[in-house]
């Protein structure tokens, strides 16, 4: 069974500063891995997604990496802004029979102080 | 395109009742999927439905729960007699046929229930 850890669960950090936010996951069949944004009260904003075939994927200020073979993806925020605050979840789309759904971590809860 | 289209985008119920809540999927696509998140919890997956049929269901309670995706109309998650265990927000997503790998999946913003 795929499970997916988000690390930190939390993080405040001043405007301006670059941060990381880690995602592993157990079982590397994965056919892809998606990275959204969640606002409180909100629906979910896709960010990235990152196909098994790829490493990295880049929009605009954001980077997100993906390493099958240790299980672990990590998005890269440069230049962060007070609308950066969210909550960034990691979610794997395992390949394979069974569900073709997503296993979503629980998130990162981010905090841009102006 | 009006994406993903979820309603009510908030839904109160008594315990008891019944809730029916619908999602239109992203034109074109016709692959619909439901999650739910729990208070403090991540999303987890419910069901995963083309139209007419149910492709999955293993993370559907086994009882009063039930979905549909009809040949016409939208998705529809029914709750029959409702517990104050099922309040939450529930997501429903879409993706191109056997495009989720590399288009990924787009989300509704959600329905929240709320049972009192």
């Known amino acids: 069974k795929q499970e997916v850890t988000q690390i930190p669960a939390a993080l405040s950090v001043p405007e301006g500063e670059n941060l990381v936010l880690n995602c592993s996951f157990t079982?590397?069949?994965?056919?892809?891995l998606q990275w959204f944004r969640q606002d409180p009260g909100k629906g979910l904003t896709s960010l990235l997604l990152i196909q098994s075939s790829q490493r990295e994927q880049t929009s605009g200020r954001l980077n997100a990496s993906l390493d099958k073979s240790s299980g672990r993806s990590t998005l890269y925020i440069a230049a962060s802004q007070p609308g950066d605050s969210a909550t960034y979840l990691c979610?794997?789309?395992?390949?394979?029979?069974?569900?073709?759904?997503?296993?979503f971590g629980k998130g990162t809860h981010l905090i841009i102080q102006p | 395109n009006a994406g993903v289209m979820q309603n009510p985008r908030h839904l109160v119920r008594r315990r008891g009742q019944e809730a029916r809540l619908r999602c239109s999927p992203m034109?074109?696509?016709?692959?619909v999927y439901w999650y739910r998140q729990l208070p403090e919890e991540g999303l987890k997956f419910m069901v995963y439905?083309?139209?007419?049929?149910?492709?999955?269901e293993s993370g559907m309670p086994k009882e009063r729960f039930s979905a549909e995706f009809p040949k016409e109309g939208p998705s529809i998650l029914r709750i029959q007699q409702v517990v104050r265990g099922d309040s939450a927000a529930y997501f429903c997503a879409s993706s191109q046929a056997q495009g989720a790998a590399n288009y990924g999946y787009t989300f509704g913003s959600g329905t929240r229930l709320t049972v009192v």
């Open positions: 079982d590397s069949a994965i056919y892809n």
């Open positions: 439905l083309q139209k007419e049929n149910i492709i999955d």
């Open positions: 034109k074109g696509h016709s692959h």
């Open positions: 979610a794997a789309g395992l390949s394979g029979g069974g569900a073709d759904g997503l296993t």
